[in-house]
């Protein structure tokens, strides 16, 4: 079968088969996986983008109060290492979300039950796997922020189908991670994600099928971010139309080898429709 044979019989993962994916529910459960975690939010925030004052952490971790109430996710290589980290910041009772700290909504915004709700928080990328000049901080690289969309993500295609120009651009470790949150919210009753992003982001995060609102103005958090809402209600539906491989491998759903083969044949039209 062909999805055992991608997978190398269950081993790997079809669309991410360099990485692996953990969520800590709380900070305290793998505390030295969440001190790398911590380490490597240190080394994007504070050294590389400076958007946080280094000496307010001496430790080398940066962390902050919304780290206790949070899921929090982990990209590791194949030798372990911690190369994307993200977190689902939840509220309970009347404590509020990050973006509530530092940024307005629209006067006519009407807040989704808060129970429903969860922040998309602190997604990053470990330098060294942001190579090519262009790469963001979510790891995706310029072509992919420029072009890609939901209908062009795939697993590695096996040697038939590929292209000795081309490569998978599918943006593996922020998918992966994203995938981590989805099977959280869908399992504990959340259906809207806010993330106080930059309006780029947004737009490509559109494009993959993750269709976020903006619910409030542009202000300056890290750089000029927009606060967005999304219903993940809406994900399912456009993932379903623009991908069903991506949405079944989301749902962690069998994916037949039909569905692969129809899958790996849009992937190889597309991109010789780019040629």
Sequence with gaps: ????????HGKR????????FRRLLSREEEGEVFRAIARLRYE????????LDSAAYPSGLETDEYDE????????????????TVRLVLARGEQIFPFEEHC?????FAFPPKEQCAEVSRLIVKKNYRRRAGD??????????????ASEIAPEPP??????????RSPQIMLGMYREMYRYSRQNGIRFWYAAMEKGLARLLDRMGFHFVPVGPETDYYGPVTTYLADLRQLESALNNANRFLLAWFQDEPISDWLLITTLVKYKLGHFGKL
């Design 1 to 8: 079968m062909l999805v055992e044979l991608l997978t190398h």
């Design 13 to 20: 993962d079809l669309l991410a088969p360099s990485f692996s």
């Design 44 to 51: 994007v925030y504070c050294e590389e983008c400076r958007y």
């Design 69 to 84: 109430r949070s899921i929090h996710i982990s990209a590791q290589n194949a030798e372990g290492e911690i190369v994307g």
């Design 104 to 108: 307005a909504v629209f006067p006519d």
């Design 136 to 149: 963001n901080l979510q790891g995706v690289t310029r072509e992919f922020q420029q072009h890609g969309s």
């Design 159 to 168: 040697h038939v189908f590929k292209h000795r120009n081309r490569r998978n």
